[in-house]
């Protein structure tokens, strides 16, 4: 079993609609971040969330931690081609982080 | 160059091969990461430096040897892979070890064993 559980795994939709993805755990977790990882690249960090509760806006993105601190979800609003990627959670029990598998998302023009 | 740079980008091996992969960065940071990328697996963290020390080594097998000369600099030796060690091979760094702080990733080296 994975300690983060990313679903859905795979997303395709059109340009304008909106989606969510979801990270969820058993774990309690001190802090978790969101990554985007496109093809051919490293992931790069979206938001790091710490408070249980907590929502993160960036731009068309809104980043939510649950309130046990064991899940988060990641909406995006009128979604583009350029929001196509590879969305990953990272959370840390303790002090280290684990990565979900990741959501691959495709945005089609 | 900035940020976090790794090469070869790509390299094809046999099993009976040794090669190395280097990573740079160039953020100051005091912390530097491997870990391992296969399709369907999360992201897999192999080892952990911090101001040049070894400290987290997830029990990685011993043909993969790391290496940190200084805290701009960090290296993967390998020798004697296997099939399934093919995967994507990141490299990251962060000011500090502890978890919670933002990590920065160079591309990857993509590693095929044959």
């Known amino acids: 079993t994975q300690l983060l559980e990313q679903s859905p795994q795979f997303l395709s939709i059109q340009e304008g609609e909106n989606l969510t993805v979801y990270c969820n755990s058993s774990s309690v977790f001190s802090s978790l971040q969101w990554y985007r990882q496109e093809p051919g690249e490293g992931p790069v960090l979206l938001v790091t969330v710490v408070t249980g509760g907590e929502v993160k806006k960036l731009k068309r993105l809104t980043f939510q931690f649950g309130d046990a601190r064991k899940d988060s979800s990641l909406h995006i609003t009128a979604a583009q081609p350029g929001d196509t990627g590879l969305y990953l959670c990272a959370g840390a029990p303790g002090n280290q982080f684990y990565f979900g598998t990741g959501t691959s998302l495709t945005v089609i023009p | 160059e900035t940020g976090v740079t790794q090469t070869p980008r790509h390299l094809v091996m046999g099993m009976t091969n040794k090669k190395s992969l280097k990573c740079e960065q160039h953020l100051g940071h005091n912390a530097m990461y491997w870990y391992k990328q296969s399709a369907k697996k999360p992201l897999e963290l192999m080892f952990v430096y911090s101001l040049e020390e070894r400290v987290e080594n997830n029990s990685v097998p011993s043909r993969f040897s790391p290496e940190c000369p200084n805290s701009s600099h960090l290296f993967l030796h390998l020798h004697t892979l296997q099939p399934e060690d093919s995967a994507l091979y990141l490299c990251?760094?962060?000011?500090?070890?502890?978890?919670?702080?933002?990590?920065?990733f160079g591309p990857g080296t993509r590693l095929t064993v044959l």
């Open positions: 990251a760094s962060s000011q500090s070890g502890g978890a919670g702080g933002e990590q920065f």
